[in-house]
């Protein structure tokens, strides 16, 4: 979640649905030659776009998560960028009405979206999501058909078997992962060159790199902004 002045940044795509509002000004957003203007917009996870600079609230959903799997019936569509329905947008300008995000914030968002109703997990899809998760606790190396094997699968159903359930293929999942590891580590303290070694990447260049091609902006600048808000996020 972020919320605060969205600055310039460059065209970029990200592994988690996005879902921004406008505080003070419409959202837009350049498609190629396209912008598309609204009070609030959602992204899937994998569109190219560049966000216009403005005041924002920004939620992003990990689309392995219940919030996403709860999210995305409240949409008209989940492949394309679309305006979200009345409900939806209410659930989330409800959840985070407060300047300052508190975890109260995000168990009230978690309320609203009445996780506990929906069915049941892949038990297949959470046994490699655990596997993947431990694989950077342990800085090893998993390969397609260990993963294919920890879901009774062969190597090829399960790299299409991945993709139906994530919405992207392993290697883009293991990278976000990894991203995700950067962040928290910077978050906690630690220096984008400790922080880059730490989730897995060669050298911190090759972290930022990988930042702005997902979120379009610096990380030194974007994670600076992110340890301004509340540290429960």
């Given at each position: 979640?972020?919320?605060?002045?969205?600055?310039?940044?460059?065209?970029?795509?990200?592994?988690?649905?996005?879902?921004?509002?406008?505080?003070?000004?419409?959202?837009?957003?350049?498609?190629?030659?396209?912008?598309?203007?609204?009070?609030?917009?959602?992204?899937?996870?994998?569109?190219?776009?560049?966000?216009?600079?403005?005041?924002?609230?920004?939620?992003y959903l990990d689309?392995?998560?219940?919030?996403?799997?709860?999210?995305?019936?409240?949409?008209?569509?989940?492949?394309?960028?679309?305006?979200?329905?009345?409900?939806?947008?209410?659930?989330?300008?409800?959840?985070?009405?407060?300047?300052k995000l508190t975890?109260?914030?995000?168990?009230?968002?978690?309320?609203?979206?009445?996780?506990?109703?929906?069915?049941?997990?892949?038990?297949?899809?959470?046994?490699?999501?655990?596997?993947?998760?431990?694989?950077?606790?342990?800085?090893?190396?998993?390969?397609?058909?260990?993963?294919?094997?920890?879901?009774?699968?062969?190597?090829?159903?399960?790299?299409?078997?991945?993709?139906?359930?994530?919405?992207?293929?392993?290697?883009?999942?293991?990278?976000?992962?990894?991203?995700?590891?950067?962040?928290?580590?910077?978050?906690?303290?630690?220096?984008?060159?400790?922080?880059?070694?730490?989730?897995?990447?060669?050298?911190?260049?090759?972290?930022?790199?990988?930042?702005?091609?997902?979120?379009?902006?610096?990380?030194?600048?974007?994670?600076?902004?992110?340890?301004?808000?509340?540290?429960?996020?």
């Amino acid at each position: 979640m972020f919320r605060g002045h969205s600055g310039d940044n460059h065209m970029h795509a990200h592994y988690a649905h996005q879902l921004t509002v406008g505080i003070t000004q419409p959202v837009c957003i350049t498609l190629g030659s396209e912008t598309r203007c609204a009070p609030a917009l959602f992204i899937p996870a994998g569109i190219a776009h560049r966000l216009s600079p403005g005041n924002v609230l920004s939620l992003y959903l990990d689309p392995t998560t219940d919030e996403a799997r709860a999210v995305l019936p409240l949409l008209d569509r989940t492949r394309d960028i679309v305006e979200p329905s009345r409900q939806l947008l209410c659930i989330v300008l409800d959840s985070f009405s407060a300047d300052k995000l508190t975890q109260h914030s995000f168990e009230r968002f978690r309320r609203h979206l009445q996780l506990g109703a929906l069915p049941p997990r892949d038990a297949r899809l959470d046994a490699v999501l655990h596997l993947l998760n431990q694989s950077l606790d342990q800085e090893e190396f998993l390969s397609r058909r260990s993963l294919a094997s920890s879901s009774g699968l062969s190597e090829s159903r399960f790299s299409h078997w991945f993709r139906e359930r994530t919405g992207m293929p392993v290697r883009s999942y293991r990278k976000w992962l990894r991203l995700v590891r950067g962040i928290e580590h910077v978050l906690a303290g630690d220096r984008l060159t400790d922080a880059a070694h730490g989730a897995g990447f060669s050298d911190q260049a090759h972290f930022t790199r990988t930042f702005v091609a997902t979120f379009g902006i610096n990380p030194s600048l974007a994670l600076a902004r992110l340890s301004s808000q509340s540290p429960d996020q």
